[in-house]
């Protein structure tokens, strides 16, 4: 009784393999770069005027959170000097 048992796990795990390699055979074979080539294809890139436009927002920013950053600090150090 285990032997049939047995017999038939294989076959399951048989079949299994045979299915997955039969999803496998409908990849196609073209090479990864193509591929990735393709993809790039695919993609908005930003002109000349919208990355100098998102670089100076973003330096912008940047100092703006430096300053808010530098007042907080200034704020903190008066205040722990009154408290001290």
């Known amino acids: 009784m285990a032997k049939e048992e047995i017999k038939k796990v294989k076959k399951a795990t048989n079949k299994k393999k045979e299915t997955k390699k039969k999803k496998n055979s409908n990849i196609p074979k073209e090479s990864y770069l193509k591929r990735v080539g393709k993809e790039l294809k695919l993609v908005k890139w930003p002109t000349a ?36």
Do not use: D, H
């Open 49 to 84: 005027k919208e990355v100098l436009k998102y670089t100076i927002s973003t330096i912008v920013f940047c100092v703006f959170l430096c300053v808010i950053f530098m007042a907080l600090n200034l704020i903190m150090s008066l205040v722990r000097g009154w408290v001290a």
